[in-house]
């Protein structure tokens, strides 16, 4: 099983649609959660990090659920310029080992 | 402010000639991190630096890469006798590292093409 798996997509969606993406990851004592952004033929931004208790910033909200090893992000009302592709990464021991990345989840907004 | 900075931006070398690429990382961020990802692909780990402690070098493919970071500040990746499948878009970062959840930051890659 791989450290972290994402469904690739790619998602297609119009403006305005709410879409949901999940990430399961394998390392059950795994401590840092984020979400990074991609666009084409640029370098990973933070998006957010992702926090236990869920945490929300403007139409973006994420989630962790320890117990099944998932972390999802939500977006709504989508943008033309939230396409892109959301890289779900997780971190087993900050400090201590490197950043794992999925492979993405490509999401295309369709005006 | 100074980001993470990599040269060179592209690369483009004969098979089995030799490449190093740059990184430049944020000033005072322990930690660094080498990825690779080729094209439609997701980001390949390739080696980690803590501080003073040893290179995480687990995700190197081969012994033909190597990695080395001097006084905690610069690193510099080695390809030897370069092959096809090495092209790809090489990327760098780093965070504040220690114990807490810090942000990475990217450089703009380099990208490698071996023809």
């Known amino acids: 099983r791989k450290e972290v798996e994402q469904d690739p997509g790619p998602f297609n969606v119009p403006e305005g649609a709410t879409v949901a993406f999940n990430c399961t990851y394998s390392?059950?004592?795994?401590?840092?959660f984020f979400w990074y952004r991609q666009d084409c033929r640029k370098e990973p931004k933070l998006l957010m990090s992702?926090?236990?208790s869920g945490n929300e910033d403007g139409r973006f909200t994420a989630q962790l659920n320890r117990a099944s090893q998932y972390i999802s992000l939500l977006i709504r009302d989508s943008k033309l310029s939230d396409s892109a592709t959301y890289l779900c990464?997780?971190?087993?021991?900050?400090?201590?080992?490197?950043?794992?990345f999925g492979k993405g989840t490509r999401l295309s907004v369709i005006a | 402010g100074a980001g993470v900075s990599q040269s060179p931006s592209n690369k483009v070398t004969e098979k089995g000639k030799d490449v190093e690429l740059r990184c430049d990382p944020i000033?005072?961020?322990?930690?660094l991190y080498w990825y690779r990802q080729s094209l439609g692909q997701g980001l390949e780990f390739l080696i980690y630096?803590?501080?003073?402690?040893?290179?995480?070098k687990s995700g190197l493919p081969s012994d033909r890469f190597s990695a080395e970071r001097t006084g905690g500040s610069v690193s510099t990746l080695t390809i030897q006798r370069t092959q096809q499948e090495d092209s790809a878009v090489y990327l760098c970062?780093?965070?504040?590292?220690?114990?807490?959840?810090?942000?990475?930051?990217f450089g703009q890659g380099t990208r490698l093409t071996v023809v």
């Open positions: 990464v997780v971190n087993h021991i900050p400090g201590n080992t490197p950043l794992v």
């Open positions: 970062a780093s965070s504040q590292g220690g114990g807490s959840p810090f942000e990475a930051f």
């Open positions: 000033s005072g961020h322990t930690a």
């Open positions: 390392n059950s004592a795994s401590q840092s």
């Open positions: 630096f803590q501080g003073n402690s040893a290179p995480d």
């Open positions: 992702v926090y236990s």
